[in-house]
């Protein structure tokens, strides 16, 4: 396998996990307005949706660290950062996975597995009512998501030395992504042809446009 492929499935894996955790959205959302309908019109509330509430949103956080990653689309400080060279951007990257990335994600695998396993054992249930829900189930979540993270992690120290050596950051798999982000990706791309970019970047504002021209008209309407 060639080291492109590798990145690739290790993107797809992220991605696969995320996208079948982001479901976990539209039950929990279920659970919500099911929830408000029984308490405030039956007067039938129930006592742990709470709990479950907690653990749904809980889990679609964790499981989705990976493909965040993958889409390197976590928080960053870029206002230096996107101003350095590759190879610059790449070894201070390198540096922080072995420094904090790591240390904090091999920790979390290890209390993750340790939770769940004490969980499983003892037949945990929540403690926050009287008859709460199991929680094992959830806190295995930790471990998982933990070693998705760590998988990707791997993933992504490649990419960093690839990056090093060549001068150039190496493809993602490319998911989809909104019309402002493709505009900044493109305006910054080293890989795209100046022709291309000016009509991909022009694409996205006409779409744009469009939008605001629906949202204008809805405004009118009302």
Same mark, same amino acid.
């Given at each position: 396998? $060639? ?59 964790? +499981? ?18 996107? $101003?350095?060279? %590759? ?23 290890? /209390? ?20 709460? %829900? ?13 070693? +998705? ?20 950051? %190496? ?15 493109? /305006? ?35």
């Amino acid at each position: 396998m $060639s080291v492109q492929s590798f990145l690739h499935t290790v993107d797809a894996i992220s991605t696969w996990v995320g996208k079948a955790a982001a479901w976990l959205i539209i039950l929990l959302m279920t659970t919500v307005c099911v929830e408000v309908f029984k308490r405030y019109l039956l007067n039938m509330p129930t006592s742990w949706i709470f709990d479950a509430s907690n653990m749904m949103y809980g889990a679609l956080f964790m +499981l989705a660290g990976a493909y965040t990653l993958a889409q390197n689309a976590h928080v960053r400080g870029d206002f230096l950062y996107s $101003s350095m060279k %590759p190879r610059t951007q790449a070894t201070l990257d390198l540096i922080l996975y072995f420094v904090f990335f790591f240390p904090g994600i091999a920790a979390l695998c290890y /209390a993750g597995l340790d939770f769940a396993a004490i969980s499983w054992r003892i037949n945990e249930h929540s403690n926050v009512t009287a008859d709460g %829900p199991p929680v094992y189930h959830f806190k295995t979540v930790i471990p998982i998501a933990g070693a +998705l993270i760590m998988l990707q992690g791997v993933a992504e120290v490649v990419r960093c030395i690839v990056c090093i050596k060549t001068g150039e950051w %190496p493809s993602r798999l490319k998911d989809v992504a909104e019309t402002d982000v493709i505009e900044e990706q493109l /305006a910054h791309s080293d890989y795209v042809d100046e022709e291309s970019r000016k009509i991909a970047i022009e694409k996205a504002k006409n779409i744009d446009e469009a939008a605001r021209q629906r949202g204008m008209g809805g405004d009118l309407q009302t």
